[in-house]
């Protein structure tokens, strides 16, 4: 017998082919069953287009009366957007029962849109695959939750820590495999942040180069504007941040990055703050951001509390020396008994290198 896990897992399926394209929202997979078979299926492709309850809805060639549908995340009730509620959609279809994976922790949804199912005698079940569900939708979870992207900091580094030798030559610690996952993940996340030094060490274009991928925003803290304007970052497209100190309002650099449609963002402060950084970002509607910089920013940011989450590739190689730049810099430190600690590991073999993953256990 097929049970609930099943076609929630389905629909999990379903959803991960949104491939986190459907920022803003989250990724959404629909699955209708009748008579112990998949009738109808549907997944959110892209902010603006249906939603999955009602691509599966619309796509349904039978009757859906006293059918089950099974969906990653509770069904939307409101209407501060461009499409319908859900709930109305399920409702009119005749749908008997619906079977949830968790709760959208929207404000304007969380519960809202199964009391609305319940009260027209729709039977709700809450919980299957929950926690498959949280972890496919983090980014979406942490941005609507707190109006802040969710932060990946992403390291490639040696067996001894470095992540560049002392003249600051980095290409290439890790093996092409893992650079490729790397291009992978800028498809997948909104934003990409930077910092000056690495853009001038490099010359990063910061893209996604993968077949069918989309390119991040790139951030890049450039206080001073030490970035020549012929650098990848400063030639759009795609589109960049630039992060300027408030001298520069009146430099020549300004009027011609704007003019290239590169949006700048000053701040006053002596050092640009991160969180506040992530706020204005959050406003831009950026769910997910990961950093790419060198030891300093990795330290700033791991310091200033933004950092969610840790993709740390390690390569089977070894530098030395004591002025090689260790993955995280600075002259901060924390005591041993006090020192971060990373949670949920998964550790996996890609190539010759090790990639850790990780989360950052909350104070």
């Not at 099943?6 to 009748?34: C, E, H, Q, Y």
Request: charged content about 25%; aromatic content about 6%.
């Amino acid at each position: 017998m097929l049970d609930d896990k099943f076609f929630m897992k389905r629909a999990l399926f379903l959803a991960k082919k949104g491939n986190w394209r459907t920022s803003p929202n989250p990724m959404v997979g629909a699955v209708i069953v009748k008579d112990g078979k998949i009738i109808s299926e549907g997944y959110h492709k892209k902010a603006g287009l249906p939603h999955a309850e009602a691509e599966a809805i619309m796509s349904a060639k039978e009757s859906l009366h006293g059918a089950t549908l099974y969906v990653t995340l509770e069904p939307c009730c409101h209407r501060d957007k461009k499409t319908p509620p859900c709930t109305d959609a399920i409702i009119s279809s005749g749908i008997k029962k619906v079977v949830i994976a968790m709760r959208d922790p929207n404000p304007k949804v969380s519960g809202k849109g199964i009391e609305i199912l319940k009260s027209h005698g729709i039977e709700v079940i809450e919980g299957i695959c929950e926690e498959e569900a949280k972890k496919l939708n983090e980014f979406y979870i942490k941005y609507i939750t707190t109006k802040t992207p969710f932060v990946i900091l992403k390291i490639a580094m040696t067996l001894d820590g470095k992540i560049a030798t002392p003249t600051g030559e980095s290409k290439w610690i890790t093996s092409e495999k893992s650079r490729k996952l790397v291009h992978l993940m800028r498809s997948r996340v909104d934003a990409l942040l930077s910092a000056c030094g690495t853009v001038l060490k490099d010359n990063p274009m910061f893209t996604s180069r993968i077949k069918g991928g989309k390119n991040p925003l790139r951030v890049i803290i450039d206080p001073e504007l030490v970035i020549p304007l012929n650098y990848h970052v400063y030639t759009p497209p795609p589109d960049t941040i630039a992060i300027v100190h408030e001298s520069k309002l009146t430099d020549d650099k300004v009027k011609i990055l704007q003019s290239r449609g590169i949006e700048i963002l000053f701040f006053s402060s002596e050092k640009v703050d991160l969180k506040w950084l992530m706020k204005e970002l959050g406003k831009r509607e950026i769910t997910s951001l990961m950093i790419e910089g060198g030891s300093s920013l990795n330290s700033y940011a791991l310091w200033s509390g933004i950092v969610d989450k840790f993709m740390i590739f390690i390569a089977p190689k070894i530098i030395g020396g004591a002025d090689s730049y260790p993955s995280i810099g600075g002259k901060i430190y924390k005591d041993l008994n006090e020192a971060f600690k990373i949670e949920n590991l998964k550790i996996k073999r890609i190539s010759s290198d090790i990639l850790i993953e990780g989360y950052l256990k909350k104070a």
